[in-house]
């Protein structure tokens, strides 16, 4: 690498990743030896990165989306903003801290998209696809001891909703195949009922879980109709939990919920 260019912004990123080509890696820590100048550039940029990761995380640490998919999000913005400018990267005082801010600026951004997309894309069901489908029972009928659970959902369902919803190669025990409406409240086994509700984010699966057991004891207990209960639970799932467990934040106890299994082929 010669010595009278510097790094890019995004490669340098990149390097500290730990994401380049092992052959372009050593380029760049070669260059990193001899270039004062790029070496400054990667301590700003990594001290960017903890500063503001620490900051952000103390107060919305709960609602970040994973890591990997900010940084994802990151090296697509900085790329833009490498071909806008200039290939040769000039060094100065004033350009440290324009890209300092730069930085910041696209992970806030980069954490904001991400965590909207999740909640509209991964949290709750696409409603074209799953909106919910129902068995005709009564309150009685579910509340009947012991609960009774459906047949269980077939390899060939499974692989249809997975497709529907654009996961070719679902991760082992990463979601639930969960029932928009649970068999406890009526729910059937129709792909219409079904959606791959992941693990891996705040407002997950065993969250839900523990929502449908506190309405099935309220319906049981004559506190709630079968048919709210169905409603509520379909058309937006965590605004049910907000409300029937009066809290804005998952309550810790139901993180470790225990009652359907991952799904797995």
């Not at 730990?18 to 001899?34: T, V």
């Not at 190669?169 to 409406?181: N, R, S, T």
């Not at 379909?234 to 467990?245: G, L, M, Q």
Request: aromatic share 8%.
């Amino acid at each position: 690498m010669n010595k009278n260019f510097h790094i890019s912004e995004l490669d340098l990123l990149m390097a500290a990743d730990r994401e380049l080509p092992a052959r372009k890696a050593a380029e760049i820590h070669r260059h990193l030896e001899e270039c004062w100048m790029c070496r400054t550039r990667m301590k700003e940029i990594e001290d960017s990165i903890a500063d503001f990761m620490h900051a952000y995380r103390q107060d919305t640490d709960a609602q970040l989306p994973p890591p990997q998919a900010s940084r994802a999000l990151l090296k697509a913005q900085l790329g833009q903003l490498v071909e806008e400018r200039p290939s040769k990267f000039v060094f100065s005082r004033a350009g440290a801290v324009y890209a300092s801010c730069a930085l910041v600026f696209f992970l806030v951004l980069a954490a904001s998209v991400l965590h909207i997309s999740q909640r509209d894309e991964r949290l709750l069901p696409n409603h074209k696809l799953t909106p919910g489908a129902t068995r005709n029972v009564s309150e009685a009928d579910i509340c009947t001891a012991p609960l009774s659970r459906l047949p269980g959902i077939s390899s060939a369902t499974a692989r249809l909703v997975f497709d529907e919803y654009g996961i070719g190669d679902p991760q082992p025990h990463g979601y639930e195949l969960d029932y928009l409406i649970d068999p406890e409240l009526g729910g059937s086994t129709d792909a219409r009922n079904l959606w791959p509700q992941p693990y891996s984010v705040t407002w997950n699966a065993r969250l839900k879980d523990a929502l449908e057991d506190h309405l099935h004891a309220m319906v049981c207990a004559n506190q709630l109709t079968l048919t709210t209960a169905q409603q509520d639970i379909s058309t937006d799932w965590i605004e049910a939990y907000k409300r029937y467990f009066h809290t804005d934040a998952p309550i810790a106890e139901h993180l470790a919920f225990m009652k359907d299994e991952p799904w797995s082929y």
